[in-house]
C-alpha cells in the first residue's frame, strides 16, 4: 500500500512538474504578428491558466514587436551604411512604425515581468524572462529618444513625451535593476525634457518626479530650480493654495535672498494678485540688500514702463543689459521705452537709439520666442523711413503674420 502510494505522489509531481501550456497559451504562442497576440491576450487573458503562463504570454509579444522593429531597424541600418561606403540609393523606412514596435517591445516586457516577479503555486519566486529581455531591450533603449526627436518632429508632442518619458522610467528597477542611473549620460538631458512635456500635459506630478532627475545636470539646476517653482505655481487652486505657496517662498528667499528664481516667482504671485504694493515692497528690499540686483531692476523696469515712467525703465534697463547683453526681451524693453518716449517727445533720435536696441533683439531671438521685437521695431521704422521702405514692409509683413 505504502508503495502504491509512493507511485500515485511520483505520477502526480511529475504531471505538476510537465504540465502542458492552456489551449488559450498554445493559440497565443503561434500568433504571427504582435497585433494578432495583442488581441488574443486581451480576449484570453483570464483564460491563461496561472501568472506565469501570462508571463510567457507577454514574452511572445516581446518577441513578436521586436520582429517588426527589426525589419524597419535593419533597412536603416543598410542605409546608413551605404552612405558611410558612398553607395547610392535608400531602401523607404517606415519610421512610425519601427517606433512603435519599439514602444510596444518595452510595454510588452514590462507588463511580462509584472507576471513573472509574481510567486508560483510554490510561493517561489522564479523569473524566467528578466535576464533575457535586458539583454534585448537595455541596448536599444536610446532609440526611444530617437523615437521622441522623430515624434517631435512630426509635431505629435503626446508621442514624443511618451518616448522620452519612457527612456526615463526604464533607467532602472524591473528587469533593468542592475543598471546604474549614474552610467547613463543621457539620462538628466532627457529628463529635462520629459520634464517640459509633462508640464505642457499638465501631469504636474510626472513633471516634478522628471525634474527632480534633471536637477542632477549643474548646467541646467537654475533653470531646472525655475522651472519645479513653475510646477508648483501651476498647481494651486485656491486663494488659500497662494498664501500658503507665498509664505513657503518667502522663508525661501529669507534664506538664500539673492535666489533670483524665489524673487522672480514671488513677484509673479503677487502681480497675480495684483498686490502692486507687495511687488514694489519686495523690489525696494531686494535693491536694498543689492543695489545690482538684476531680477529686482528687471521689475522695477518693467513696473515702470507699463507706468509710462520710461525714461526711469531705460535706465534700470541699461543696468539689467550690463550684466546680460544678450537678454533679447531687456533688448526689446528699451526699444520699446525708447520709441514711446520718440512718439511723445517726436524725437528722431530717440527712434534711432531704439532701432539699435531691437534689432539686437532680432538677431538674438529672429522666431521671437522670449521678446515680441516686430511692433516696437515697425514703429520705429515707421516714424525713421516710411510706410514705403522697405524696411517697415519687412517688419510689417512679420508683425502681420505674413513671413
Same mark, same amino acid.
Given at each position: 500500500?505504502?508503495?502504491?502510494?509512493?507511485?500515485?505522489?511520483?505520477?502526480?509531481?511529475?504531471?505538476?512538474?510537465?504540465?502542458?501550456?492552456?489551449?488559450?497559451?498554445?493559440?497565443?504562442?503561434?500568433?504571427?504578428?504582435?497585433?494578432?497576440?495583442?488581441?488574443?491576450?486581451?480576449?484570453?487573458?483570464?483564460?491563461?491558466? *496561472?501568472?506565469?503562463?501570462? /508571463?510567457?504570454?507577454?514574452?511572445?509579444?516581446?518577441?513578436? #514587436?521586436? @520582429?517588426?522593429? $527589426? %525589419? +524597419?531597424?535593419?533597412?536603416?541600418?543598410?542605409?546608413?551604411?551605404?552612405?558611410?561606403?558612398?553607395?547610392?540609393?535608400?531602401?523607404?523606412?517606415?519610421?512610425?512604425?519601427?517606433?512603435?514596435?519599439?514602444?510596444?517591445?518595452?510595454?510588452?516586457?514590462?507588463?511580462?515581468?509584472?507576471?513573472?516577479?509574481?510567486?508560483?503555486?510554490?510561493?517561489?519566486?522564479?523569473?524566467?524572462?528578466?535576464?533575457?529581455?535586458?539583454?534585448?531591450?537595455?541596448?536599444?533603449?536610446?532609440?526611444?529618444?530617437?523615437?521622441?526627436?522623430?515624434?517631435?518632429?512630426?509635431?505629435?508632442?503626446?508621442?514624443?513625451?511618451?518616448?522620452?518619458?519612457?527612456?526615463?522610467?526604464?533607467?532602472?528597477?524591473?528587469?533593468?535593476?542592475?543598471?546604474?542611473?549614474?552610467?547613463?549620460? *543621457?539620462?538628466?538631458?532627457? /529628463?529635462?525634457?520629459?520634464?517640459?512635456?509633462?508640464?505642457? #500635459?499638465? @501631469?504636474?506630478? $510626472? %513633471? +516634478?518626479?522628471?525634474?527632480?532627475?534633471?536637477?542632477?545636470?549643474?548646467?541646467?539646476?537654475?533653470?531646472?530650480?525655475?522651472?519645479?517653482?513653475?510646477?508648483?505655481?501651476?498647481?494651486?487652486?485656491?486663494?488659500?493654495?497662494?498664501?500658503?505657496?507665498?509664505?513657503?517662498?518667502?522663508?525661501?528667499?529669507?534664506?538664500?535672498?539673492?535666489?533670483?528664481?524665489?524673487?522672480?516667482?514671488?513677484?509673479?504671485?503677487?502681480?497675480?494678485?495684483?498686490?502692486?504694493?507687495?511687488?514694489?515692497?519686495?523690489?525696494?528690499?531686494?535693491?536694498?540688500?543689492?543695489?545690482?540686483?538684476?531680477?529686482?531692476?528687471?521689475?522695477?523696469g518693467r513696473n515702470f514702463m507699463y507706468g509710462g515712467k520710461y525714461a526711469e525703465a531705460i535706465a534700470d534697463f541699461k543696468k539689467v543689459l550690463a550684466a546680460t547683453?544678450?537678454?533679447?526681451?531687456?533688448?526689446?524693453?528699451?526699444?520699446?521705452?525708447?520709441?514711446?518716449?520718440?512718439? +511723445?517727445?517726436?524725437?528722431?533720435?530717440?527712434?534711432?537709439?531704439?532701432?539699435?536696441?531691437?534689432?539686437?533683439?532680432?538677431?538674438?531671438?529672429?522666431?521671437?520666442?522670449?521678446?515680441?521685437?516686430?511692433?516696437?521695431?515697425?514703429?520705429?521704422?515707421?516714424?525713421?523711413?516710411?510706410?514705403?521702405?522697405?524696411?517697415?514692409?519687412?517688419?510689417?509683413?512679420?508683425?502681420?503674420?505674413?513671413?
Amino acid at each position: 500500500m505504502k508503495k502504491l502510494l509512493m507511485m500515485v505522489l511520483v505520477v502526480l509531481g511529475a504531471t505538476s512538474a510537465f504540465a502542458a501550456d492552456s489551449d488559450a497559451l498554445k493559440a497565443i504562442m503561434k500568433a504571427a504578428s504582435y497585433a494578432e497576440a495583442k488581441t488574443m491576450i486581451e480576449q484570453s487573458l483570464s483564460q491563461l491558466a *496561472n501568472d506565469q503562463e501570462k /508571463a510567457k504570454a507577454y514574452n511572445k509579444l516581446v518577441d513578436l #514587436a521586436l @520582429d517588426e522593429y $527589426n %525589419a +524597419e531597424n535593419k533597412i536603416v541600418i543598410e542605409n546608413e551604411t551605404n552612405k558611410q561606403l558612398g553607395k547610392e540609393g535608400n531602401k523607404p523606412v517606415d519610421e512610425a512604425k519601427m517606433y512603435t514596435a519599439l514602444m510596444n517591445a518595452f510595454e510588452a516586457a514590462l507588463e511580462c515581468d509584472k507576471y513573472d516577479q509574481l510567486p508560483d503555486a510554490k510561493g517561489k519566486v522564479k523569473p524566467k524572462f528578466a535576464d533575457a529581455n535586458d539583454a534585448r531591450l537595455y541596448n536599444i533603449r536610446p532609440n526611444l529618444i530617437n523615437g521622441g526627436i522623430y515624434y517631435q518632429g512630426v509635431n505629435d508632442q503626446n508621442n514624443a513625451y511618451k518616448f522620452l518619458a519612457k527612456y526615463v522610467d526604464t533607467v532602472d528597477g524591473g528587469i533593468f535593476a542592475k543598471h546604474n542611473r549614474a552610467e547613463d549620460g *543621457n539620462l538628466t538631458n532627457i /529628463a529635462y525634457f520629459a520634464t517640459i512635456f509633462a508640464f505642457q #500635459a499638465e @501631469d504636474f506630478a $510626472n %513633471a +516634478e518626479r522628471y525634474a527632480d532627475i534633471a536637477a542632477n545636470d549643474p548646467e541646467k539646476s537654475k533653470e531646472v530650480a525655475n522651472m519645479k517653482l513653475a510646477i508648483k505655481q501651476a498647481q494651486l487652486k485656491t486663494h488659500a493654495d497662494s498664501i500658503r505657496y507665498i509664505d513657503e517662498l518667502k522663508a525661501k528667499l529669507a534664506q538664500a535672498p539673492n535666489d533670483e528664481v524665489v524673487f522672480g516667482t514671488l513677484c509673479d504671485l503677487y502681480s497675480g494678485q495684483n498686490d502692486d504694493a507687495a511687488v514694489n515692497a519686495l523690489v525696494e528690499q531686494a535693491l536694498a540688500s543689492n543695489p545690482n540686483n538684476t531680477m529686482a531692476l528687471a521689475v522695477r523696469g518693467r513696473n515702470f514702463m507699463y507706468g509710462g515712467k520710461y525714461a526711469e525703465a531705460i535706465a534700470d534697463f541699461k543696468k539689467v543689459l550690463a550684466a546680460t547683453p544678450d537678454n533679447s526681451q531687456v533688448n526689446t524693453f528699451i526699444g520699446f521705452s525708447l520709441v514711446n518716449q520718440g512718439v +511723445e517727445t517726436e524725437n528722431k533720435a530717440l527712434f534711432e537709439e531704439a532701432v539699435s536696441y531691437l534689432e539686437k533683439a532680432r538677431q538674438i531671438d529672429p522666431e521671437r520666442q522670449l521678446a515680441n521685437w516686430a511692433a516696437p521695431l515697425r514703429q520705429a521704422y515707421y516714424n525713421l523711413y516710411g510706410a514705403e521702405d522697405s524696411r517697415y514692409k519687412d517688419v510689417d509683413d512679420i508683425f502681420n503674420g505674413r513671413k
